[in-house]
Each structure stands twice: as structure tokens, then as C-alpha cells.
């Protein structure tokens, strides 16, 4: 009994309630036993004894003795957790003869009842809270007092402080009875017991309610090392709910105090001990989800149902959330949209935020809103994260992102390094960043310009245009079936895609031949002749199956977590083989063909295999991914490889001349000219032929002058 007494000096300052003694010897009675030592408490081996202890509260309370004590966290935190580390010191003085009575740390490590933030009120002063959201802002660490010997000026006599919540005070009076001095009294500040402290905020998940404004806490550590912990990541805090003066000078005389959280622990998401788990319910279902026919366009088809058509784009976003399997190396796909006002490109974006297990929007923002963002607060330099970081291990969706301006740049790290790096006087530090990037942008002129690249129709930099993985172009193209799908999205009429754009007359016929089970098995395989927007709307009117959001995003996330599929030998050849075209056809191409265009196939290949959790990669994902880049960007660079004899009649694979891109031109133009005998052409027989060839190029002297200007 003499341990337990030193004990409860240590960490009860005295002699508790019997209810707590009580509950001492019930928790000592219950932890010594081996098997409910192994079974509650975690511990890392450390020299000469552990130090440092992780006790499983929601096993203990679900398996553990049924007293009322045990029950007494929420309400009771500093009695429970003061008789807890009371009984697991006196376990371990038991089982290590080499323990001292030096104090030991004790954490929660299971914690089930999560507190929205907003539910921290009054009410809930120094109760137990458990709270999960992102880290904003970390300050730095700095030493506080907890309690310094003073000098009495008169007597010389030693008096010791406690200082409450690190704040400093003087003595009230001197410690010796005869001594009358109540006010020279000198600091031994060599006698000062000093504990770490340092703050953290977290932010609540911008996916939790949209429409609101995320509410953000205040988590203070005394005495806990938040090293692991970087601004960006998402967290688990748990603690005391503790009431604070507040800062601002005009309320410093009044009764107004702030709340913040008093941490007991904090575990990050990526930490192996404490991720996400799945229940085996649903695992399973999870699983016989995988093994529906055609489920990843049964995905797409369920995608942002508000938006008629654009499959390609659809499949694309859901490639980009999945991701690919390479741990070593970067493995997010990046996603570019590109398209005229009013097609639904925010709707898109928004749609794959919605779905992803951690996503944040926003629309054309400063590089510190970006990236980090340099703060200094009562003489402490402080980090806060902005949205890539936010989104670390998510996506962050980026609308107008040619807004940007210089600010574009900021991105370029992150999209391949996948860190961020911040460079200051005196302060450099590189933070991990693997956030995925979906962006959406508007052409430079309003609507896009055929008769111009790539480049010269966006404002966005060659450097972070070459980091997209899938870059597509949409153009506003005048369609009856989307008037119709919009007439009765406003009406109320909520149909999925078969019912909606489905003849009345084919589709009786289908149900009739339905009844009679005459209808005959689909292909599900692409053709060679057709084209992957073909492919997805053949196939999708088939995919009729319907999937909540909540189902979707759940299935997504498990498969980008526990699925990592490999390529085929077959799906190397052909990836190889579309990367080896692409690279023999770049000549007169937009955007130089690089390892990254065959680094990206491999991620889109990967990421359709995770679509299906499979484990091998086959050929038919390879053709599909393939098929799905030849629409992107690639298929201005691809599909409009024509052989100069169809251009002298000013037509290619069925495209007029004058609808080719500006490049294209230019080089269909000089190669009609090689053909003319003369040495010097006359400017009114170049306009002649131009005029044959159907170009449209704007100002011909300006384009005559660019060709002279390139020899």
C-alpha cells in the first residue's frame, strides 16, 4: 500500500474520495492479470522500462467489469484518468523491477462517442470530448513552468509556486510563519519545473455539411510530443474540455472565456493503429458489389446524375479518385476540364468532392490559400494550411483555374513531388502533400477557339499543363436531348439515364422481350471501330442499377485503399505500343509527348483495375484507358493525324481543314506549298491556296508573316 499512497501524491495530489480508491483497486485488480494487460494496454519497448501507454477504453468498457467507475470517463475525466494512471503504474512497478515513481503517460487509444464540434458548449466544461477533423494551424513549442522555488528578501527563507494553466505568479506570502513579507521575493529560475506546451487547431471536414462554415477548436499538449503531427493531416483528438480568458485585450476584465481542448491524445488517420475500419458486414458487401456486371459503369452511370451525357469526363473523375497503385511513387491522377460556359463543369468537379472520402473546393484563390500561409501570434511564428494540404491524401478541386494567374505555379510541386515546400527567412520545411488536383477552367476567349491550340487558348502554364494526367475538352454543342433532360430535372421528373433518353417504342420492346427472356447478352467489351463515348453510352443503358452516394463513396474508398493491382504482361505491350505512336506522332502535337504521358496510362490502367478490385490489370482495362485518352487533349494530337494527300482536298478523316487546330494547319499549308514550282509565290496566289484548302486562320498577313518568321 505504500506504492499506491506515493502513487496517488504523484498523480490525485493526496488521498481521493473513497469512490476513487475504490476504483483504483478495481482497474489494479483487473490490469495485473496478464491477459487483461495485453488485451487493454498497448506499449512500444523502450529502455530501461515503457514509459508511454495506449489504453483500449472502448474494449475495456464493452468487455471489462461492469462497476459503475468504469463508465465515469465522460463525465469524470481527471478522477478517471488519475485513478487509471494510479493502477497502471503500480501494474508496472509490479512487472518491471527496473521502474521508478518517475511519472508515466497514459492516452486513450479507443474512444467510440465522437462530439461535433458544434456540441462543445458550457456544458461540456472539464468533461471528456472526442473530436476528428483536419489540423489547420501548429504553433511552435515552447517550455512553461509549473511550478519555481522562490527567495524570501527578508528571512531568505524558500518558498515554492504552483503555477495554474502555466501562468506565472509571485508567492502570497513567505513560506516561513514568523516571516511578515508578502511582496520581495526573488526568482530561482534554475529550480523551475518545466513541461512542453503547444497548440494545435482543428477544423472540422469541409465534406461534413456543405453550406456552412467549418468550425474550428483550440487542442492544447502539455507534455505529449506532436512531432508526427503535420498541418494538412486528418486527426482524432481526444481530451478535457477547458475554459480560457481570452486573448483580446478588451475582454481580459470580464467574464467572458473561450474553450479549448485540453489534449489526452491524438492519433493521425495515416497512423497503422488507428485507420478507418471496415466492419466484416461491410466488407462483404463491399466485396459482392465488386462482382455486378459492368460496376464501374454502373459508377459512372450513378455519377452526378444532374449532369446529362459526358461519360468520358465521368470516367475520368472516377479513374482520378481511385488512383493508381505505386507507393514508391507518385500515384494520383490529375484531371483537367476544359470547356465553354454553362456545361456543367463546377457540377462535375463538385460531384467528385462529393464522393471522395476527404475533399475540399474552392474557386481561384491567393498561393497561401494554396499551399501554407506564415502567421505570427503573441510572438509565436505559426503554419496554417491552405487547401492542397488541406486535402492531403484527398482531392482538392480547383474551379477557374485559370484565375490563378502566377499563382498557378504553386500547384506544380505538389502534382509531381507530391510535397510542399515553404522557403523563408530563416525557415525552410517540406510538408507531404498527396492531394489529387481536379480543375475546371474556362478557354481565354470565352468559348473554346478551334482554329488555335491548346496554349493558346487557356492561361495556364505549359509547365502545370503537362502535369495533367487527363485534360478534356468540352464544347457547348447544341443538343435536344440535354433541353430535354434539363426541362425535366426543372419539373420534378427524376429519371435515371435509360428512362430518360430511352425511345418509348425500343424500350417496350426490350421490356416485352424481357418477360419472354429473349433478350440477347450485351457485349461488354469495346470494339475496334468505336469510340470510348460510344462504348460508355452503349453500356451504361444497360448499367441501370442504382447506388446512394453514401455506397459509392464507401466502395470508392475501400478500393484506393486495399487494392493495388499490377499490370499484365499484355497490358504493358500495349501501353507501350499507344506510347510509342504517341511519341512518333508528336511532331506537330500541342504538349510534348514524355515518360509522364506513359506514367499516366499506367496510373488510368491501375485505377480501372481498382474500379473491379482486381489484382492484375488486364488487356481490356489497357484498350479502354487507351480509347478514354485518345478524348482527351491526345485526341486533337491522335485523331487528327492525317496524311497530306486527303489534305490537298482540304478534308481530313471527314473534317474540314478549316476545323483542324492552328497547327495542324500551318503544316497541311507548307506541305501544299513544297508542290508549287515556282521559287517565290506571289501573296495573292498564297492566298489562293488557303482558300483551297478551306483555312481558317484568322489574319493571313499575320499568319504569313509567323510562317516567315520560322524559316
Known amino acids: 500500500m505504500e506504492k499506491r499512497d506515493q502513487l496517488k501524491q504523484i498523480y490525485l495530489g493526496g488521498e481521493p474520495a473513497k469512490d476513487i480508491s475504490d476504483g483504483i483497486e478495481m482497474l489494479y485488480n483487473h490490469l495485473k492479470t496478464a491477459s487483461n494487460f495485453t488485451n487493454y494496454v498497448y506499449f512500444k519497448p523502450s529502455f530501461p522500462y515503457p514509459k508511454v501507454y495506449h489504453f483500449n477504453y472502448s474494449r475495456y468498457v464493452s468487455e471489462g467489469p461492469t462497476e459503475p467507475f468504469s463508465h465515469t470517463l465522460r463525465h469524470r475525466p481527471d478522477e478517471f484518468l488519475g485513478a487509471l494512471k494510479v493502477a497502471l503504474h503500480q501494474v508496472v512497478l509490479d512487472k518491471f523491477p527496473q521502474a521508478d515513481f518517475s511519472p508515466i503517460q497514459v492516452s486513450i487509444s479507443r474512444y467510440d462517442v465522437v462530439t461535433p464540434m458544434d ?53 502570497k506570502k513567505c513560506s516561513n510563519s514568523e516571516c511578515l513579507n508578502t511582496r520581495a521575493f526573488t526568482p530561482l529560475r534554475e529550480s523551475a519545473e518545466c513541461v512542453d506546451r503547444q497548440r494545435i487547431k482543428v477544423q472540422e471536414s469541409s465534406t461534413i455539411d456543405q453550406g456552412k462554415v467549418p468550425l474550428s477548436l483550440d487542442c492544447e499538449a502539455w507534455g505529449l510530443n506532436l512531432s508526427d503531427i503535420c498541418i494538412g493531416d486528418s486527426v482524432t483528438v481526444m481530451g478535457i474540455v477547458r475554459p480560457e480568458i481570452s486573448n483580446q485585450t478588451k475582454f481580459k476584465h470580464t467574464g467572458l472565456y473561450g474553450l479549448y481542448l485540453e489534449i489526452v491524445s491524438i492519433y493521425a488517420a495515416n497512423d497503422a493503429e488507428h485507420q478507418d475500419e471496415y466492419s466484416p458486414n461491410e466488407i462483404n458487401h463491399i466485396e459482392e458489389l465488386s462482382k455486378t456486371k459492368n460496376i464501374f459503369h454502373v459508377l459512372v452511370n450513378n455519377m452526378c446524375n444532374l449532369i446529362y451525357g459526358h461519360e468520358k469526363v465521368k470516367a475520368g473523375l472516377l479513374l482520378s479518385l481511385l488512383g493508381g497503385s505505386d507507393l514508391d511513387s507518385r500515384d494520383t491522377v490529375h484531371v483537367l476540364v476544359v470547356g465553354d460556359p454553362g456545361i456543367g463543369k463546377t457540377q462535375l468537379i463538385r460531384a467528385a468532392v462529393n464522393l471522395s472520402s476527404k475533399g475540399t473546393y474552392i474557386s481561384a484563390t491567393t498561393k497561401s490559400g494554396l499551399t501554407v500561409g506564415m502567421t505570427r501570434e503573441n510572438g509565436q511564428q505559426t503554419m496554417q494550411a491552405g487547401a492542397l494540404l488541406m486535402a492531403d491524401g484527398g482531392v482538392c478541386a480547383i474551379d477557374e483555374f485559370d484565375k490563378l494567374g502566377k499563382d498557378q505555379e504553386a500547384v506544380c510541386e505538389v502534382m509531381e513531388q507530391q510535397t510542399i515546400s515553404i522557403a523563408k527567412t530563416g525557415l525552410y520545411s517540406s510538408f507531404p502533400a498527396k492531394t489529387t488536383i481536379i480543375a475546371a477552367t474556362n478557354p481565354k476567349e470565352g468559348n473554346y477557339n478551334q482554329g488555335k491550340s491548346i496554349q493558346e487558348n487557356l492561361k495556364i502554364n505549359t509547365a502545370v499543363l503537362d502535369r495533367f494526367d487527363l ?58 471501330n468505336e469510340t470510348f463515348t460510344e462504348f460508355m453510352k452503349r453500356v451504361c443503358q444497360t448499367a441501370s442499377m442504382e447506388l446512394p452516394p453514401e455506397t459509392i463513396k464507401k466502395y470508392l474508398s475501400y478500393a484506393k485503399k486495399h487494392c493495388k493491382p499490377k499490370l499484365s504482361n499484355e497490358a504493358i505491350e500495349l501501353i507501350q505500343e499507344f506510347y510509342m505512336f504517341l511519341r512518333k506522332d508528336s511532331s506537330c502535337s500541342y504538349l510534348a509527348v514524355s515518360t509522364r504521358q506513359l506514367e499516366s496510362l499506367k496510373r488510368l490502367t491501375e485505377a480501372r483495375a481498382k474500379a473491379e478490385l482486381r489484382d492484375l490489370a488486364t488487356p481490356h482495362d489497357a484498350i479502354e484507358v487507351i480509347k478514354l485518352y485518345q478524348e482527351t487533349i491526345f485526341e486533337l494530337q491522335v485523331k487528327e493525324s492525317f496524311s497530306f494527300q486527303q489534305s490537298k482536298k482540304g478534308k481530313t478523316n471527314g473534317k474540314t481543314l478549316g476545323e483542324m487546330s492552328l497547327p495542324k494547319q500551318r503544316e497541311a499549308f507548307k506541305e ?12 495573292p496566289r498564297l492566298r489562293e491556296v488557303a482558300k483551297e484548302l478551306g483555312l481558317k486562320v484568322g489574319d493571313f498577313s499575320d499568319f504569313i508573316e509567323g510562317l516567315n518568321m520560322q524559316g
Open 119 to 171: 456540441s462543445i458548449r458550457s456544458a461540456q466544461i472539464n468533461k471528456f470530448a472526442c473530436v476528428t477533423g483536419n489540423v489547420t494551424k501548429i504553433t511552435s513549442k515552447r517550455a512553461h513552468a509549473q511550478s519555481m522555488d522562490f527567495v524570501c528578501l527578508k528571512c531568505k527563507s524558500f518558498t515554492k509556486v504552483e503555477f495554474l494553466e502555466g501562468k506565472y505568479e509571485l508567492p
Open 672 to 683: 501544299r506549298l513544297r508542290e508549287e514550282t515556282e521559287d517565290l509565290i506571289s501573296f
Open 471 to 528: 485534360i478534356f475538352l468540352l464544347l457547348d454543342q447544341h443538343v435536344e436531348d440535354i433541353a430535354k433532360h434539363v426541362l425535366d430535372l426543372r419539373i420534378g421528373q427524376k429519371r435515371n439515364y435509360s428512362q430518360a433518353f430511352a425511345d418509348p417504342i425500343e424500350a417496350y420492346i426490350k421490356k416485352s422481350c424481357s418477360q419472354y427472356s429473349c433478350t440477347q447478352r450485351a457485349n461488354d467489351s469495346i470494339n475496334e
